[in-house]
Every structure is written in C-alpha cells, then in structure tokens.
C-alpha cells in the first residue's frame, strides 16, 4: 500500500466540529501545527464549511445544537461532492449502540472522549492516507492512459454537469470537437508507436492552450479531442478553436503524405448551447460534429462554426 506513488502532500485539511470550545482547542492544538484546521460549533456550519473547504478528514462529534452528528455525517455522505471526505467521530457516547450506528451510516472511525492527542493524530493519518489513495485511485480512472489529458468518461460527466449549469445560471456554453487530419496516413508512413508520439504532442499543445482553468479538454477517442468551454459563446469558441488550431499548425510535425499541410494539422467543430433547439450533449455533440465534418470536406486544417 505504502509503494503506490501519491502526488506531493499539502498541508492536510481538517473540519474539527464541536460545540465546545475547549475540545476545539483540544483538537486544534493536537493537529494545528503540520495541517490546516477548520471549526465548527454547529451542524450547519459543518455542512457549509466541508462545502466551501472540501476538507480531507472531519472529525465530528454526536454532540451539536441543532442537526446530530448522525444527522451531518448522513447528509455528508449523501452529496456527491462531500461523499468521499472520511468522518471520524470523536464523542463521549462511546458506547456500543452509538458506535455501531456511526460506522453504519459510512463513518471511518469512532473515537471516545477524553481524547488521548497521539491516537487520534495516529488513527488521523492512516484515513488521511487512504483517503489520499482513493482520490488517486478515482482520478487515474478519469485520465487516459497515452495522453494524460481527462477521458472520454470525465467528458461526459463534465459536459452533462456543465450544461446543467448553464441552463440553470442562463449562460452559454461551447463544445469544440477535434479530429487530426489524415492521421491513417501517418501511421502508415510512420509506424503506429511514432503515430501515439505525434499524438501525445498534439495533446500537450492542446492543453497548453486551453487557458481559463474551467476550460476542459480531453481525449474522446483515438485521434479525437474534445473541449468543453463553460460561459463561452461562440465567437468566444471560435476563437479558442482557432488558437487551438494554430498551436497544433505551429509543432510542424513533417507529415509528407498528408495532402494538407506539409505538417500535422488538426480541424475543429465548434457548437454553441446559444444553436441548439435542446440543452441535451447529444444536442451540442451533433452540432459539433456537423460543423467538424464541414471543416473537413472545406479541406481540413480550419475552425467551423
Ligand atoms: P481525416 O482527415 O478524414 O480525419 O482522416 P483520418 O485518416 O484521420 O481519419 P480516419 O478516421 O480514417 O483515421 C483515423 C486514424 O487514427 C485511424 C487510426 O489508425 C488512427 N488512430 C486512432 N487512435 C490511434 C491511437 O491511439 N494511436 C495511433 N497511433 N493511431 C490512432
Ligand atoms: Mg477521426
Ligand atoms: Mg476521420
Ligand atoms: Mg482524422
């Protein structure tokens, strides 16, 4: 377990909840000095708090004055984006029934008061590490493997969250579909592995000029990438696609048997939510497909709108 490669560790994040000021304190001076401590002295400051703070452990007592700790460690677990952040209950109802029905409702741990600082901090780190490797774990199963751009799973998952935003906020968005130019052609001329070379650098230019950090780009399949741009109309699209285009034309990747370019071009199909009749990503993804296949039959190497 302790050879699987992590990425470099932040100061770990805690949510400390409890309604006494003396076990914050408690608590804060057992962790404070190597990770970041949040508090809080109710239920609902709990929920706020895990949601703005997306901590990687809280620590969470039965004790609260308004919502139990059952009653936050359920609502924690019910919503996907606090589902996976590990609860330990630290309470002086260390009793059988307590413990039982905290570990049932998905708390990792159940820890008694008095607290005893070198056991919780010990107990802290082991879920702290799991925690650490389930978001490992959960990441790689969104990245693809020859690229290390996002995958066709965590497009259509972004791509049916994002437009849920965007009706709901009334804000375009946009989809670029990418398709390398001839590229059949260039694995018979190059050789298949030469073929996943060219494409990892199509991939690393592409996401170098994705600039805003909610843009997302990715891998939808063989030669194909996919954008998906929140907030961004078409002219706004258009513009990206055409950068896009320009930074994969600027690699000057010799490729002789393409018709095209003396080098590897990539055309682009752009398709804005403000086009389509319906909010679907079957809408958006056929729009964009369209408009690729129209870039296509121009001649390639080119942005259609
Ligand atoms: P067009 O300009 O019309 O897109 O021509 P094309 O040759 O790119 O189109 P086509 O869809 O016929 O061929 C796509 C090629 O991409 C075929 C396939 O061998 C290659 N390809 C798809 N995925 C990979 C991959 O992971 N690695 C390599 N090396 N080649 C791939
Ligand atoms: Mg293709
Ligand atoms: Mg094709
Ligand atoms: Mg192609």
Known sequence: MSSMPLPPLDRPRLLVVDEQPANIQALYRTFASDHQVFMATSGRQALELAQERRPDLVLL??????????????????????????????????????????????????????????????????????????DVLRDLAFLDGLTG??????????????????????????????????????????????????????????????????????????????????????????AVAERLRAAVAALRMPHPTSEVQPHLSISLGVACTTQVPVLTPQALLAGADAALYQAKSAGRDRVQG
């Open 61 to 134: 007592d039965l004790d609260l004055p308004d919502l139990d700790g059952f009653e936050v460690c359920t609502r924690l677990q019910a919503d996907p984006a606090t589902r996976h952040i590990p609860v330990v209950f630290v309470t002086a109802h260390n009793d059988e029934a307590a413990e039982a029905r905290g570990l049932a409702l998905g708390a990792v741990d159940f820890i008694g008061k008095p607290i005893r600082p070198a056991i919780v901090r010990a107990r802290v780190q082991t879920h702290l590490l799991l925690k650490r490797q389930g």
């Open 149 to 238: 751009l996002h995958n066709r799973r965590a497009f259509d998952e972004r791509l049916a969250a994002e437009l849920r935003h965007a009706a709901r906020d009334r804000t375009p968005l946009s989809l670029v579909m990418i398709d390398v130019d001839r590229f059949k052609r260039y694995n018979d001329h190059y050789g298949h592995l030469a073929g996943d070379d060219a494409l990892r650098q199509v991939a690393a230019a592409l996401r170098a000029g994705m600039l805003r950090p909610m843009d997302l780009v990715t891998r939808f399949g063989g030669e194909e990438f996919a954008c998906v741009l929140p907030g961004t109309d078409l002219p706004g699209a258009l």
